[in-house]
């Protein structure tokens, strides 16, 4: 084989797969719209707010997606609508106005893409963020106290203050970024139906 | 040693060389601290800081072993092997060494960032944009020195680890080039950021470093047993066929979800095909050892060679698995791939790494190996140690993969069923670092030349025969 045959085989292979995918699939999923949910009147997916938005990239970086999952799959291939992790399965469209979009791709802990359903309360979510072992005994998620600010109680508890106290005379205050990731774990609500994935 | 009649680019494949080992050392150990903290979650209450987390700790892991050890010393290797096989050295040892040294930093800054600032959250590219740029431009650098005379030689030796070389050396830039552009460069739809993450995550894994691994197979086994590949045409056919369906096997990492059904089907046909592809390429080296059990046995870089070329075969064959229909919604989400990773990475490439610096330093750098109860340490504690934590994870996966498909497993109990396999694994992972510290030891002492060398090429000890291995005439 001539060299010049080997590198247009090679490269020809090459962008045979990547024209394949990311064009073809730029053709049959990015070019995706929301769609308009009768019974509320607003388009879904929704358009996640800019804390949420920030938020996303504090869940990138806190690494929840070694251990989580963003993809709740149908009831023919897994168990997972019957955990009650969504009420259907998720679609390339949900992921339309995700940025940076996660797939996840190991669940030590449950998936979380309908998260903001399940838990909309958000101090659960910020207690859990301090310490999930308040919550739960077991569980084996990890700590991130530097996400909240420890500040000197004083007579009135702050508004946004963790019902929990390090050591009776602390209070803990949420940073931005906690704000933010507890946003973005709101905003993962799949609990409308798109055409192509109707509610179970 | 008399510096000036070292070829050029050997300073380059040095420091690739030892960033590489340097790499793996730290890479291994923050891997097992991780695992350690998935055993005992508590652990993370001795340092309170964030870049002591499990969330930090294993992608920084996964980005040091992936690029820092396994990309850098395949490439340092390959520096050492190009010039040899191409009959043409190196005019630019200076710029080979400034790309050399543009990698580590692109590889330390990741690193750090990774650690201090966090991952990027997209899959096979947890570091930051501008470590990628870095690596692209390091990589510009390294590969135009690897190309060089690669064409006008093309008749003079071995065809098959040309044609991967090749191959890797176009899928790193246009793979990475354009992941970046779509994912961070422009404003791409999430739904198609998913599918260019996994594309990316193929041609990283089964596009550049699966082939950077059968290149120094199909150059070094030839030459250490005076053998040569007996059928070209099958080659040939396993290296078109593994350009074509390389860059779908990351589909098959997701199930239903946001990948079009179509591409998780190709993906599916892809991955068994590349298993049959991966036994017409161990049909060949079978062919290649077959008879030479003894000399495997006595000569370290053989004997690593051999390991690395049936791990890659067994890679692939574990790939297929994993992607049956019938498996694969069971096990996609579980921590069956990573064991199919720590076979490819730790078995597969780390072994054929391992052996090519065995093999091909002392011809770089004009030195030889210690006749040293390290290098059976090396052997065993890295082969021993990579099985059996690959065997753990798997066993492990298969439990968490049924749990996770019977809706009346506790979601909270899911990480229980992990905890005695993790046990196993953290010991075997620290036996490989074992080895590795062992491999490190023994290089570095052959560098400096702090024991007698015993031959050219590394024998494990108490031979009954010593046969320094006819490798002269890779002495360009």
């Known amino acids: 084989m001539k060299p010049t045959r080997a590198l247009a085989i090679a490269f020809g292979a090459l962008l045979l797969t990547w024209v394949a995918q990311a064009a073809v699939g730029y053709l049959q999923v990015g070019r995706l719209e929301p769609v308009l949910n009768e019974e509320t009147n607003l388009t879904v997916p929704p358009v996640p707010s800019g804390l949420a938005h920030t938020g996303a990239r504090v869940f990138a970086s806190q690494g929840c997606l070694e251990c989580h999952s963003l993809s709740a799959r149908g009831p023919k291939d897994s168990a997972d609508l019957t955990r009650g992790w969504g009420q259907r399965r998720s679609v390339a469209r949900d992921y339309l106005f995700r940025d940076p979009a996660m797939l996840g791709t190991a669940r030590i802990g449950p998936d979380l893409s309908n998260i903001g359903a399940r838990m909309p309360e958000g101090d659960k979510l910020m207690q859990h963020l301090y310490d999930p072992r308040l919550l739960k005994k077991n569980s084996t998620c990890p700590t991130h106290p530097w996400l909240f600010v420890k500040k000197p109680a004083g007579p009135k508890a702050e508004p946004d203050a963790l019902q929990v106290s390090p050591d009776g005379w602390h209070q803990l205050l949420p940073s931005y970024h906690a704000k933010a990731l507890v946003a973005y774990l709101q905003s993962l609500n799949a609990n409308y139906a798109l055409p192509e994935a109707p509610l179970k | ?476």
């Open chain 2, 1 to 476: 040693m008399n510096r000036s009649r070292l070829p050029q680019g050997s300073t380059a494949a040095l420091v690739l060389i030892l960033g590489s080992i340097l790499a793996s050392l730290v890479g291994a150990g923050l891997q097992l601290l991780a695992n350690t903290q998935l055993l005992v979650p508590s652990l993370d209450r001795l340092i309170p800081m964030a870049w002591f987390n499990y969330g930090r700790l294993a992608p920084a892991s996964q980005f040091l072993l992936s690029y820092g050890w396994l990309g850098s010393g395949l490439l340092g290797v390959l520096l050492i092997l190009a010039p040899r096989f191409s009959g043409i050295a190196f005019r630019y040892g200076r710029l080979l060494f400034g790309g050399a040294l543009l990698w580590q930093l692109a590889i330390l800054s990741g690193f750090t960032q990774i650690l201090l600032e966090g991952s990027s959250g997209l899959i096979g590219m947890p570091q930051p944009r501008f470590v990628s740029i870095l690596l692209i431009l390091s990589f510009l650098v390294l590969g135009t020195g690897l190309t060089r005379g690669l064409g006008r030689s093309w008749k003079s030796g071995p065809l098959l680890p040309r044609l991967y070389l090749l191959l890797a050396l176009l899928a790193f830039p246009l793979g990475l080039g354009s992941a970046e552009a779509l994912l961070r460069g422009t404003v791409t739809p999430g739904s198609v950021q998913i599918i260019t993450q996994l594309l990316w995550h193929s041609f990283h894994q089964h596009l550049w470093l699966a082939p950077l691994g059968i290149a120094l197979i199909f150059q070094l086994l030839p030459t250490l047993t005076g053998r040569a590949a007996t059928s070209l045409n099958l080659g040939l056919l396993a290296w078109i066929a593994t350009a074509l369906f390389g860059g779908w096997l990351g589909t098959v990492r997701a199930s239903d979800g946001p990948i079009p059904s179509w591409m998780q089907s190709t993906g599916v046909v892809a991955s068994i095909l590349m298993a049959f592809v991966a036994i017409g390429n161990g049909l060949l080296v079978q062919n290649l050892t077959e008879g030479r059990w003894e000399e495997i046995r006595r000569t370290v870089a053989l004997r690593f060679l051999s390991v690395g070329a049936w791990s890659y075969a067994a890679t692939y064959i574990l790939l297929a698995f994993l992607s049956l229909p019938w498996v694969r919604p069971v096990m996609v989400f579980t921590v069956a791939w990573p064991a199919l990773f720590e076979v490819f990475h730790f078995l597969f490439l780390g072994c054929v790494l391992a052996g090519s610096v065995y093999a091909l330093l002392p011809v770089g750098r004009e030195m030889g190996w210690p006749n040293s109860s390290a290098l059976t340490w090396h052997f065993w504690c890295t082969t021993l140690g990579a099985a059996a934590a690959a065997s753990g994870l798997l066993l492990a996966g298969s439990f968490q993969g049924l749990a996770l498909s019977d809706a009346g497993v506790p979601t909270s109990t899911l990480a229980s069923y992990l905890r005695p396999f993790l046990f196993v694994v953290i010991f075997a992972q620290f036996f490989w670092l074992v080895g590795q510290i062992a491999f490190a030891s023994v290089l570095i002492a052959s560098l400096l030349r702090l024991f007698p060398t015993a031959a050219p090429m590394a024998v494990f000890r108490n031979p009954t025969v010593i046969r320094p291995a006819s490798i002269g005439h890779l002495h360009g």
